[in-house]
């Protein structure tokens, strides 16, 4: 399937599955109603985590006046409750260790989230949404918010 094709085929499958954009705050929310999150400190091998990210956010709004200083960010960082409730994430992550937790690391004014446990992450920007001039523009953006779905759909 070509490029084009293929971007039809996202139209196609997934338009109706699109969410309006919502806060990072509001998707913890949506999410602490399916699973136990709870707000947390970092400990020292898992700040590199928030390190990483931390990195990450800064180069991808690397234009934005927030970022110029560095000290209006808010990193918080989140630990998934390893119950029943999250059984399915955990098991994805293949986590054997019981020290070893899924983080969920979200910074308020940049409207970002991310997580160690990658399908968890996925579930969550596909909550967070997309803003309608992304769906309007056909950007690029748009195209791999649908992917999304498509990535989703191939690990369930």
Same mark, same amino acid.
């Given at each position: 399937? =070509?490029?084009? =094709? ?5 139209? %196609? %499958?997934?338009?109706?599955? +699109?969410? /309006? #954009? %919502?806060? &990072?705050?509001? &998707?913890?929310?949506?999410? %602490?109603?399916?699973?136990?999150? !709870?707000?947390?400190? #970092?400990?020292?091998?898992?700040? *590199? ?5 931390? +990195?990450?956010? *800064?180069?991808?709004? *690397? ?8 000290? $209006? ?7 998934? !409750? ?25 910074? /308020?004014?940049? $409207? ?9 992450? !996925? =579930? ?10 992304? !769906? ?9 918010? #649908? ?10």
């Amino acid at each position: 399937m =070509d490029h084009e =094709d293929y971007k039809a085929y996202l139209k %196609q %499958q997934f338009s109706h599955e +699109i969410r /309006p #954009l %919502q806060s &990072v705050n509001e &998707v913890i929310s949506a999410f %602490q109603k399916k699973l136990d999150i !709870v707000e947390t400190e #970092l400990s020292e091998s898992e700040s *590199i985590f928030l390190k990483m990210t931390m +990195i990450n956010y *800064i180069y991808v709004h *690397i234009k934005n006046s927030i970022t110029s200083n560095l000290g $209006n960010l808010n990193f918080i960082s989140y630990e998934v !409750v390893r119950n029943e409730k999250s059984d399915h994430y955990y098991n994805h992550m293949r986590i054997s260790s019981g020290n070893e937790r899924i983080l969920v690391i979200i910074e /308020p004014q940049l $409207n970002e989230i991310t997580s160690n446990c990658e399908e968890l992450k !996925v =579930d969550m920007i596909i909550e967070r949404g997309i803003d309608t001039s992304h !769906v309007n523009q056909d950007t690029d953006e748009f195209f791999a918010y #649908l992917m999304l779905f498509d990535s989703h759909n191939e690990n369930h």
